[in-house]
């Protein structure tokens, strides 16, 4: 016989004392740290505990008894609901304040890091539609939500387009006005929606793996053009065409419309034939006066006007005069390394994904850069002193690696090799924060700048400038 779990607790007006990781805040209750998300330090709480271990606790917000002084009104509908934007109920100073915080704290608690110069935050000026690519998702089973008129019944429909429900990987939020993405976006999905719906267009059922319209992708650049990718679930050649010619018809602002028919059980399409409808198979993105083809899969930072920001300082913190060789690592499309190139001497990129080299060597060609070489390979395995004795010792490293940080074998490497610079752009200071340690036996760190590439989240990148040290 099973014993039933004894009902957790409800913890009664706790004060909301501090941020947490993840979009969270805390509070201290006795010796127990309790993790609550959609509260802002200041607001007083019930809380009702879903979750107690010995030393911490996670618990939602059922009744407010105090509101906290240091607060801004959500903007959006869907927040609280939505997983996106955690923060908008503080107001954006703060949201800055906090950052540059967990970017101190994480650089001297794990890093243990002596830093000579850190800089204030550099802030967005855009706060809202300021992302360059969403992906939504079309469900047959939406996420209904408190006060909705609908009821489950086999003649209710369920159909929704919108993002994921955080935890529940078959429920679609249906999303009426996104703040992330220029308003085409909104009208672009809101279009698709209602025309599939009108038509009776199966969505997808993420359980059953059956339907017919699955994801949308719209990229939006700062030249003006949009991306649209359609992915469908099955060939239907006669709904599909219906579907896209009624797109093109509908929005000529759209300058590369696309499809692609995923049957698989995940929604990556990394994998997958991009078709081209209508229109170009890119868009072109401006920094200065470089131009960056990018593709239907390509990886491009999704602010664009913050990514300038955040190359711009990566550049500074390199200090080239034109001489120097640099190494580019997790180049990614190589936008960095085509951004510095005109005030370096030669200019190494190196990616694990061969798509993407390709792709950066396609925008160093169409910059006309003859100075920089580029190689696909897992950066442990191609970056060794064989590499570096063949393509010339760096006088500059620029490292961007993914969350997870830099292998062991690639600290390593950067020891040995000895730069006089090395410029660390990271978009989790935790894990920057440990190889820093690592680096710190023949590094100082001279300047820390934060970066706010996105507003009303946890999310902050950090570049940060590495010194060697001289006997």
């Known amino acids: 016989m099973k014993h039933k779990k004894k009902p957790l607790p409800v913890l009664q007006e706790i004060e909301i004392t501090d941020v947490a990781a993840e979009g969270k805040a805390l509070a201290k209750v006795n010796d127990l740290v309790v993790f609550v998300p959609w509260v802002a330090p200041g607001d007083i709480v019930d809380v009702q505990l879903t979750r107690k271990k010995n030393s911490y606790a996670e618990g939602r917000a059922v009744k407010f008894h105090k509101y906290a002084e240091e607060r801004a009104e959500p903007f959006c509908e869907h927040f609280s609901i939505c997983g996106g934007c955690k923060w908008q109920h503080l107001p954006y100073e703060a949201q800055l304040r906090y950052k540059q915080q967990q970017v101190t704290d994480h650089l001297t608690r794990i890093g243990k890091v002596d830093m000579e110069e850190i800089l204030p935050i550099a802030g967005s000026e855009q706060t809202v539609f300021y992302r360059n690519k969403l992906e939504f998702t079309f469900s047959n089973k939406r996420w209904l939500t408190a006060g909705d008129p609908d009821t489950k019944t086999e003649n209710t429909p369920l159909d929704g387009a919108g993002f994921h429900i955080p935890g529940k990987f078959d429920k679609v939020l249906d999303i009426k006005k996104c703040w992330l993405q220029e308003d085409i976006s909104n009208r672009i999905r809101l279009f698709i929606k209602n025309f599939c719906m009108a038509r009776q267009y199966p969505f997808f059922d993420l359980r059953a793996q059956t339907g017919f319209i699955r994801t949308l992708v719209i990229r939006t650049s700062s030249t003006g053009e949009v991306m649209v990718i359609a992915v469908f679930f099955e060939e239907d050649r006669t709904k599909r065409e219906q579907l896209l010619n009624a797109v093109k018809d509908h929005f000529p602002e759209i300058t590369s419309l696309m499809y692609v028919i995923n049957g698989k059980c995940n929604d990556t399409i990394s994998d997958l034939e991009v078709h ?12 200065e006066d470089l131009q960056f083809k990018v593709g239907p899969k390509s990886f491009y930072q999704t602010n664009s006007r913050q990514a300038y920001l955040l190359y711009s300082i990566t550049r500074e913190f390199a200090g080239l005069t034109g001489k120097e060789t640099v190494y580019d690592l997790y180049t990614g499309t190589g936008v960095i390394a085509n951004f510095i190139a005109g005030k370096a001497g030669k200019v190494v990129g190196i990616e694990s994904v061969p798509e993407a080299i390709e792709d950066a060597k396609i925008n160093a060609k169409l910059n006309r850069l003859d100075n920089t070489s580029f190689f696909a390979g897992d950066m442990k395995d191609l970056l060794t002193p064989g590499f570096i004795e063949a393509h010339g ?15 062991d ?19 989790n200071p935790a894990t920057q924060a440990r190889d820093l340690n690592r680096l710190s036996v023949k590094y100082r760190v001279a300047r820390v700048q934060p970066v706010d590439m996105f507003p009303h989240t946890h999310h902050v990148e950090n570049v940060v400038l590495l010194v060697l040290k001289h006997a």
């Open 409 to 427: 074998d690639v600290t390593d490497t950067i020891l040995a090799s000895a730069p006089e610079r090395i410029v660390y752009v990271s978009c």
């Open 276 to 287: 081209t409808f209508h229109g170009k198979d890119h868009l072109i993105e401006k920094m």
């Open 393 to 407: 010792k760096p006088d500059v490293i620029i490292t961007d690696p993914p969350r997870a940080g830099m292998h």
